[in-house]
């Protein structure tokens, strides 16, 4: 359990968004995608996820981990089939945000959402390294009511909201991660992390690409941080994380990518020269590629979240 432990004071957490969704027809989404990680609750109607369409039932969440495809369905049977580049085109189409009534009130199908950030030493995505499906969360009335406060003090203007959503926020991810272990999920994936993040070398790799993404990251500069071998430097950090260097890079990439074109006016170009692509189209290509839209889309997305 020390491990365990210590793998969650390491976290840096950080909220993101939170918003209460009421869905006016049911969609169904092939591929529903985010850098971030979501945290579902139902308040009311139906919500089917993965291959196997499973269903979440109200007052039970629906936890997406950062960097996961997943099909997920919205509303009543027989839903609209499509892409999630579809959906973000046509998104009041099948939803709009509820800002103004209480949800718990509501008798239209709503969700509450909540996306946030969980990254060990401030450079790995901690659900996502686990790499682990999508899951539903059942009878846990304790992260139902989080998920609810939080964006009940998103809503509001009192001193120390954000220190607040910040608290909160926390708890969630702690809750979350105390979910895993009760009901022994994923246990392996999470004693393997808690062994490779006390890794030194790993962990200077770690720190070196997040402070030099537009930057050389070739396998030769990652082997001179870490004080291991051009040849066995790959290796290594397969090793100990399960995925090959090039790979993480570009997730680091992407993730920075999209939090450009959540907060800055940077055009598309500028953006991909900032997290090392000199070739425009070329990351173009490869955004979307990683998230079914391209970058312009996913801006767009941001935008209209924030209306």
């Known amino acids: 359990m020390e491990d365990y432990n210590k793998i969650i004071e390491s976290l840096g957490v950080r909220y993101l968004k939170s918003r209460n969704v009421r869905i006016g027809r049911p969609v169904s989404l092939e591929n529903y995608y985010d850098v971030e990680n979501t945290l579902v609750l139902v308040h009311k109607g139906e919500l089917y996820f993965g291959d196997k369409d499973e269903m979440v039932k109200e007052g039970d969440l629906l ?30 189409r099948f939803y709009d945000l509820n800002r103004d009534q209480d949800p718990a009130l509501l008798n239209d199908d709503n969700y509450t959402y909540v996306n946030f950030e969980a990254k060990v030493f401030d450079s790995v995505n901690f659900f ?35 220190r607040v959503i910040s608290v909160l926020t926390e708890h969630i991810v702690i ?3 105390r979910h895993i272990l009760r009901n022994r999920l994923f246990v392996e994936q999470l004693a393997t992390n808690s062994t490779y993040f006390k890794d030194p070398r790993l962990i200077n790799i770690f720190a070196y690409i997040k402070d030099n993404l537009g930057g050389d990251l070739s396998n030769k500069v990652l082997a001179r941080v870490a004080e291991v071998s ?15 260097p090039q790979d993480y890079i570009e997730y680091q990439r992407m993730e920075m990518a999209v939090n450009l074109l959540r907060t800055t006016k940077k055009s598309i170009r500028e953006i991909g020269q900032t997290i090392g692509y000199k070739d425009t189209a070329y990351f173009c290509r490869r955004f979307k590629m990683m998230f079914g839209i391209p970058a312009g889309k996913m801006r767009r997305r941001e935008s209209l979240m924030n209306l």
């Open 230 to 244: 051009e040849d066995y430097v790959g290796q290594y950090f397969k090793m100990l994380t399960g995925i090959n």
């Open 175 to 177: 809750e979350i991660v």
């Open 128 to 162: 996502a390294s686990l790499d682990i499906p999508a899951f539903a969360i059942t009878g846990n009335k304790l992260l139902a009511d989080l998920v609810y406060r939080t964006i009940r003090e998103d809503q509001t203007f009192e001193a120390g909201k954000n």
């Open 63 to 92: 936890f997406i981990p950062a960097n996961r495809a997943t099909p997920v369905s919205y509303g009543g049977h027989n839903p609209n089939k499509i892409t999630q580049e579809a959906f973000l085109s046509n998104k009041e």
